[in-house]
């Protein structure tokens, strides 16, 4: 049998393994390493049943409706949104006693850009351990980048856990949302409408597709789709597919089509820099050997967060030394490509990580395939049979991708919000996204974003960062709750300072190092955190700061 001191050993040792396989180059090493995991795995398996644990997943500690949860004064919550921000809103909401809310989903199903996007190759290319949110532990991810759909089971896993299908309205598309003496009245363009206290919009801001004003877009002959509309039953096999964009949607989609499509024209504008990540697969032993051990889950999660945050994090916002390490992979991974007119194609002319970084082990094989083509001709216009370049030439296809992004700075603007004394959203932000700390907004009481200005963190985890912002706005439901305060929302000088001081620091971060990104807005303006994820975290976990909020009986 083996004792607690063994158990922790061979926990210590099967983490020591895990990290070290990660970081290694040298494929011999990885391979013994993997090899000692396995042997590791079968060990605590067998440790895990002497001792009578249960393959408990690390839910177990939040069984909500097993606690004692604080009895809460009447305080009805509307979120809108069903997507990674909303869900983490509810299942937060349920374990703090708050069971008064709605979430507003305009579509049939929950899980947001895992339920709207669907090409085939769809995945999360933030680590899974990583992009989980820590209050629902997953020890059962089968790849390092989990897919898509196994990201939505997850959401809709933690949807069940927490019962917040019977608070979900969907087909629900707000289209005005008006705050007046402590309401908010909400109203759909399905006719209903529904009224709350606090309304939290949790739209995200990768759900407006753009589509390229490139001439001839309505009169292709084939098919024709935005990377976010590809239906789940559209088959690319044996056509000529072209892809605009090379952006992280298109490399997902071309490292997955190139083998089934007879031709595939990648259409780029501008070069990207491509940092190599594996995808390795997890055995069902060690999720297994994990569903026994969520503190190992948890040793996971907080690796792959001192990665992201310690060296992702700090390289985008000023760590010179952290940048280096990623520009030297990244200029590796190029320099594997053994064509010199085809390398020089795929070389950015601007900083690494100036636009959102690209990872993926096998966009730049997808590429070198005999089948496909990489075509940085600049297109004159869309015709029914292709795509005309400048020079004269066209490039015949059956099927058109545009794989072309999203309105990153549109955020809730469709929600239509506007405040009494009739001042509206779209004005307070007339000049560009704002909002105090991520949270809140001056003017506008009891409103509480989640996911939108100044919430992105560079590639870090969506889940996380929800997860953080869920957390704190909940602190200030309590302090609500606490003091009967009708109303709450940032003073106009607290935002007005927190926004100079993000913009104070935009100067540091490389997304201004001399390239065109989503980060930027049409006037070149930033709005996401552009501080470290460090201080985001901080921000998040030691605040409010209530003398900041304006608190109204
Ligand atoms: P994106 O990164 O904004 O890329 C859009 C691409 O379309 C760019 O290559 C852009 O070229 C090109 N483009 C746009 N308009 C064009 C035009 N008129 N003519 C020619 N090319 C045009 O969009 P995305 O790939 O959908 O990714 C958006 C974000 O979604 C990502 O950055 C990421 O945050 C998220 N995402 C995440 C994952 C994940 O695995 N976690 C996967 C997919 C997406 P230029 O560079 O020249 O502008």
Request: proline fraction near 8%; charged fraction near 15%.
């Given at each position: 049998m083996m004792g607690e001191i063994d158990l922790k050993a061979a926990q210590d040792a099967w983490t020591q393994a895990e990290f070290a396989r990660i970081m290694t180059v040298d494929s011999q090493e990885a391979a013994h390493l993997a090899e000692r995991q396995h042997e590791l795995e079968a060990s605590l398996i067998a440790a895990a049943k002497t001792l009578g644990r249960?393959?408990?997943?690390?839910?177990a500690a939040h069984r909500w409706w097993e606690q004692e949860r604080p009895p809460r004064r009447p305080l009805r919550i509307a979120i809108v949104g069903g997507g990674v921000g909303g869900l983490a809103m509810g299942a937060r909401l349920r374990e703090a006693g708050y069971d008064d809310f709605v979430i507003l989903e305009?579509?049939?199903?929950?899980?947001g850009t895992w339920h709207h996007n669907n090409y085939?190759?769809?995945?999360?290319?933030?680590?899974s351990y990583f992009y989980s949110f820590t209050f629902f532990k997953n020890p059962?991810?089968?790849?390092?980048f989990a897919p898509g759909s196994e990201i939505k089971r997850y959401l809709s896993e933690l949807a069940d856990h927490y019962r917040l299908r019977e608070h979900i309205r969907f087909g629900a598309t707000v289209t005005s949302c008006h705050y007046d003496n402590g309401v908010w009245t909400i109203s759909t363009a399905e006719g209903e409408t529904f009224e709350a206290n606090i309304f939290i919009?949790?739209?995200?801001?990768?759900?407006i597709p753009i589509l390229p004003a490139i001439e001839g877009r309505d009169r292709f002959a084939g098919e024709i789709f935005h990377s976010s509309a590809?239906?789940?039953?559209?088959d690319s096999s044996g056509k000529r597919v072209g892809i605009i964009g090379n952006g992280s949607s298109s490399v997902q989609i071309v490292s997955n089509i190139v083998d089934r499509v007879d031709h595939l024209t990648v259409f780029q504008r501008t070069a990207q820099w491509v940092f190599p990540a594996p995808n390795d697969y997890y055995s069902e032993l060690r999720q297994q050997m994990l569903s026994y051990y969520p503190e190992l889950t948890h040793r996971l999660f907080q690796f792959f967060m001192d990665w992201y945050n310690d060296g992702f994090g700090n390289a985008v916002t000023g760590d010179a030394a952290a940048q280096k390490r990623f520009a030297d992979a990244c200029q590796a991974n190029l320099d594997s490509i053994a064509d010199p007119e085809l390398r020089a194609k795929l070389?950015?002319?601007?900083?690494?990580?100036?636009?959102r970084l690209i990872f993926s082990s096998t966009y730049f094989d997808a590429l070198q395939r005999s089948n496909c083509a990489l075509e940085t001709r600049s297109i004159a216009r869309i015709e029914p049979s292709g795509v005309r370049l400048h020079d004269g030439s066209l490039v015949e296809l059956d099927v058109l991708v545009l794989?072309?992004?999203?309105?990153?700075?549109?955020?809730?603007?469709?929600?239509?919000i506007s405040a009494a004394g009739g001042q509206t959203l779209n004005q307070a932000w007339q000049d560009g996204a704002r909002s105090f700390e991520s949270i809140g907004l001056a003017g506008f009481p009891n409103l509480f974003f989640i996911?939108?200005?100044?919430?992105?963190?560079?590639?870090?985890?969506t889940m996380t960062c929800a997860e953080l912002q869920v957390d704190h706005v909940i602190r200030l439901l309590d302090e609500m709750d606490r003091t009967g305060a009708r109303e709450v929302m940032p003073h106009r000088d607290a935002e007005d300072a927190f926004v100079d001081e993000m913009q104070g620091a935009v100067?540091?971060?490389?997304?201004?190092?001399g390239c065109k990104s989503w980060?930027?807005?049409?006037?070149?303006g930033i709005d996401i955190w552009t501080k470290s994820p460090a201080a985001f975290m901080d921000r998040m976990v030691t605040g409010?700061?209530?003398?900041k909020y304006h608190f109204k009986a």
């Open positions: 249960s393959a408990g997943d690390g839910r305009k579509s049939d199903d929950i899980g085939p190759g769809v995945a999360c290319d933030v680590a059962g991810w089968s790849q390092m919009p949790a739209t995200g801001f990768l759900h590809w239906r789940p039953d559209f070389t950015p002319d601007y900083p690494v990580m100036c636009k794989a072309t992004g999203f309105d990153t700075h549109a955020y809730c603007r469709s929600l239509n996911g939108g200005p100044y919430s992105t963190v560079g590639n870090l985890s100067a540091n971060t490389v997304w201004v190092s980060y930027l807005d049409a006037k070149g409010p700061d209530l003398a």
